[in-house]
């Protein structure tokens, strides 16, 4: 899929799995910078993304773990909207793309014998999702994370206006011993920040 059909793509997929899209227009580039920034990239094994969606973030960071000589990783993808998973998997063979909720975090690891996670990456739509799944899956990630290792995600600033994104700050703040939150990156549709969390 070509970079100017992402768009369209994305409002196509909303307009059918709105629970499971939750966004109306892919993350740019700027963002998936900001969400990378300052990640040692040539220390990361295990990596975890949830909603990756077309790809942006998940690409941003395969380039950077390429760039830094990293070839000793595992990067696994989860993603809820099927028809996504399956576009993102075709065109990304650096990463495990799966069809999958990202509640299904801990029993993958657990399944599979993974190793403590260095890194999370989200582009979940935090205010939108039921409180239990929230806090679920946050939860699940603070469990699964090494002491130091990070989980980075984003916010949309329009996106202070619910509840929703008040409520996934304290819980940010109550599971994870740093809690950061990036400059507006105003060069995303809509105007976005990254958070920063450490274990």
Not at 72 to 99: C, K, Q, S, W
Not at 139 to 144: G, H, L, P, S, Y
Request: glycine letters at 8%; hydrophobic letters at 40%.
């Amino acid at each position: 899929m070509s970079t100017a059909n992402k768009p369209l793509r994305f409002i196509t997929e909303f307009v059918r799995h709105p629970i499971a899209t939750a966004a109306i227009a892919p993350s740019s580039r700027h963002l998936a910078d900001a969400m990378c920034e300052g990640i040692d990239f040539a220390a990361v094994r295990t990596i975890f993304e949830f909603g990756p969606g077309t790809g942006v973030f998940t690409h941003a960071a395969l380039e950077r773990l390429q760039a830094a000589a990293n070839t000793d990783f595992h990067y696994t993808a989860l993603e809820l909207n099927p028809n996504m998973a399956a576009e993102l998997r075709e065109r990304t063979p650096g990463a495990d793309v799966r069809h999958a909720n990202a509640l299904d975090l801990e029993s993958i690891c657990t399944q599979e014998h993974r190793p403590p996670v260095d890194l999370v990456l989200s582009g979940l739509g935090w205010p939108s999702l039921p409180g239990p799944v929230r806090d679920g899956i946050l939860e699940q990630t603070a469990r699964v994370l090494r002491p130091g290792g990070e989980f980075r995600t984003f916010g949309y600033h329009v996106g202070l206006l619910f509840p929703g994104a008040w409520k996934f700050r304290a819980k940010c703040r109550e599971l994870f011993s740093t809690f950061e939150i990036s400059p507006v990156i105003w060069r995303n549709l809509p105007p976005a920040f990254v958070y920063r969390c450490v274990k």
